[in-house]
């Protein structure tokens, strides 16, 4: 077990509520980055899997990359209230299940959520203060440029829409509990992991501080 991982007897002992943390950025923002360095140095964090009624490609396996199910399931969970959130891009239906997540909050676990702001304006909507919003800026716009043509990913065409959805995208910054401009991966990265140790120290997220403080109360001074 890592440091990050352990609990002290106080820990166990009052125990907490988890945590949704949704981290968003237009694309080349360094989301992803951040996101993935948290996974492998957290262990405490899950991945949120998503439904889709998008055809599994080749190289993804059902249950870790997403969930796959088809349409009529997905109408089934989205007018059953079961979905947190749920968008259809490109003809194709993307949701977050609730049970799990649900699950994971009781438990004491914390979910990551890699989603946009449509999908972060849901969740907060539906999970209200289990949820913690990050957005991620870039510098400026030339580096956020620099950024997606340094991936040597997309196409030009591919890399012009990006920069064009990333103004709509960075108009709904004022939608999170925190932004961060990524100006440096590790002082941003590090910003993130501050946001968490904090966000996991609220009295709302602790159930049992009422019980673990009133044993203080009641226990004699010798």
């Known amino acids: 077990m890592s440091k990050t991982d352990a609990k002290t007897p ?52 059902d249950g870790i990359h997403y969930r796959f199910i088809d349409r009529d399931e997905f109408i089934r969970l989205r007018d059953g209230d079961a979905l947190l959130e749920w968008a259809e891009v490109h003809g194709n239906f993307y949701g977050t299940p609730r049970g799990p997540a649900e699950e994971a909050m009781r438990n004491g676990h914390d979910m990551l959520f890699d989603i946009d702001y449509q999908g972060a304006l849901q969740l907060q909507d539906k999970a209200g203060a289990d949820v913690v919003s990050i957005f991620i800026l870039p510098p400026s716009m030339a580096e956020l440029k620099a950024r997606l043509l340094r991936r040597a990913e997309d196409s030009s065409e591919t890399i012009a829409i990006r920069l064009a959805n990333s103004r709509v995208e960075i108009e709904r910054w004022r939608d999170y509990d925190y932004v961060i401009v990524n100006d440096d991966l590790n002082q941003a990265y590090a910003a ?23 044993m203080l109360l009641n226990e004699p001074i010798e």
């Open 192 to 214: 993130v992991r501050a946001i968490i140790a904090a966000e996991r120290l609220r009295r709302e997220r602790r159930p049992g501080l009422e019980a673990f403080t009133q």
């Open 10 to 61: 106080t820990d166990v002992t009052i125990g907490r509520r988890g945590l949704m943390l949704v981290i968003s950025s237009p694309s080349g923002a360094g989301k992803s980055t951040i996101a993935h360095t948290l996974m492998d140095a957290d262990r405490s964090f899950s991945l949120s899997i998503s439904v889709t009624t998008r055809k599994r490609r080749g190289s993804e396996v």
